[in-house]
């Protein structure tokens, strides 16, 4: 359903926001050290599950706005200001990508040196997240390897939204199927982040 995303680096594609800018400051300033782990934070969470609810309703916007089959899709094309086309929806996706970013920054400047616990902690934590949402982009985990596991997990969430944006330009209008595979794939990353700050929660309050 995805074809092969075109970012090379974390300030890529049509926009360099100042809060990725930020983020990258703040990665280098931190001396790319070892791999930290990240207490849990209930605003992140928050915030999570905010860009959860308004990546879902996106979804069903566009789910119904568009076309089931391809002849209909080949119909609206003709359209000269179709609602299911990419202009209609590029400003939603600035946002989630925006907004993605901002839990990037968070995520970075609430980590903590390792210890012992932690290391225990991080290591549970990547078991579960690792284990329902692969790395969807290898080319911007690579370039943060060394950040927090929580960190390198909105790294993927930008990616996702990345890829659908670009997605949505090349082919200009998507089918219903395309956001019934969103919404799967944004519940299992956002869950799966959920799971690995409650598991956290849970360790912080033992």
Known sequence: MYFKSRCRSFLCCDRVPVVAAAVLILFLLSGCGAVMVQSYDSGLVDRTEAIYRKGAEMILQGWAVSPRTDAQRAAMMQAA???????????????????????????????????????????????????????????????????????????????????????????????????????????DIIYAIDRAESFKKDKKKN
Request: with cysteine; glycine share 4%.
């Open 81 to 187: 200001d179709s609602p299911a086309s990419f202009s209609k929806f590029q400003p939603l996706y600035d946002e989630l990508i925006l907004d993605s970013e901002i839990l990037i920054l968070r995520a970075m400047s609430g980590s903590m040196d390792i210890g012992a616990a932690g290391e225990k902690i991080q290591a549970r934590v990547e078991e579960l997240i690792e284990a329902d949402v692969p790395s969807i982009c290898p080319d911007l985990q690579a370039q943060f390897s060394d950040i927090s596991l929580t960190a390198r997990n909105f790294v993927d969430l930008k990616c996702l939204f990345l890829r659908w944006k670009e997605q949505h330009r090349e082919r200009g209008i998507l089918k219903k199927a395309n956001w019934e595979g969103r919404k799967i794939a944004l519940f």
